[in-house]
T-cell receptor
Framework: GQQVMQIPQYQHVQEGEDFTTYCNSS?????IQWYKQRPGGHPVFLIQ?????EVKKQKRLTFQFGEAKKNSSLHITATQTTDVGTYFC??????????FGGGTRLMVKP | NAGVTQTPKFQVLKTGQSMTLQCAQD?????MYWYRQDPGMGLRLIYY???????DKGEVPNGYNVSRLNKREFSLRLESAAPSQTSVYFC??????????????????FGPGTRLTVL
């Protein structure tokens, strides 16, 4: 079945440093979604990518969908303490259920 | 709008006890979902309802049952709780009627979660 894997599982950064999490699928995806979950909170939708090679930006966050539509990345520039949380990717293609990756937990040291 | 609401927020059960987790959404969404979240394992789909009156199994349905009471409400029942069901449970909804399958409107809105401990 379809599998979605995320790396790294954990990341500690100093405030101001950049952060990247990677999402890889065993199959070609039709779309990829990214969610953020604050500690003790619930997942909140950030963005959806659907086109090969697509790049979208939200302030300091840059989301990219790979050319082959089998991987994606989320890059945060100059992390802040408000970026703390777990970032999940989720993807699917026709016939398969939306599958979530295991998440990357970001910790930011002030 | 409250979005997606869940009750209770916390629950402790003994092995063998039963309980129902309640979920409601006020966004007129067609699809609703139940997930469990365990450390390091992301979100795993238990059951979903692609539209009012339908329910289907997700990735990890064993030990659970669901009811789509109406368009707003989707409940999850544990008939005989086991320690392996200790987890955080999230209900979610999305606008499209395709459930977790490809849809133009499948952004999911999550409830605040229920933290369940089974002793």
């Amino acid at each position: 079945g379809q599998q979605v894997m995320q790396i790294p599982q954990y990341q500690h950064v100093q405030e101001g440093e950049d952060f990247t999490t990677y999402c890889n699928s065993s199959t070609t995806l039709s779309n990829i979604q990214w969610y953020k979950q604050r500690p003790g909170g619930h997942p909140v939708f950030l963005i959806q990518l659907v086109k090969s090679g697509e790049v979208k930006k939200q302030k300091r966050l840059t989301f990219q969908f790979g050319e082959a539509k089998k991987n994606s990345s989320l890059h945060i520039t100059a992390t802040q303490t408000t970026d703390v949380g777990t970032y999940f990717c989720a993807g699917n293609n026709a016939g398969n259920m939306l599958t979530f990756g295991g998440g990357t937990r970001l910790m930011v040291k002030p | 709008n409250a979005g997606v609401t869940q009750t209770p927020k916390f629950q402790v059960l003994k092995t063998g006890q039963s309980m129902t987790l309640q979920c409601a959404q006020d966004m007129n969404h067609n699809s609703m979902y139940w997930y469990r979240q365990d450390p390091g394992m992301g979100l795993r789909l238990i059951y979903y309802s692609a539209s009012e009156g339908t329910t289907d199994k997700g990735e990890v349905p064993n030990g659970y049952n669901v009811s789509r009471l109406n368009k707003r409400e989707f409940s999850l029942r544990l008939e005989s709780a086991a320690p392996s069901q200790t987890s955080v449970y999230f209900c979610a909804s999305s606008e499209g009627a395709g459930g977790p399958f490809l849809s133009s409107y499948n952004e999911q809105f999550f409830g605040p979660g229920t933290r369940l401990t089974v002793l």
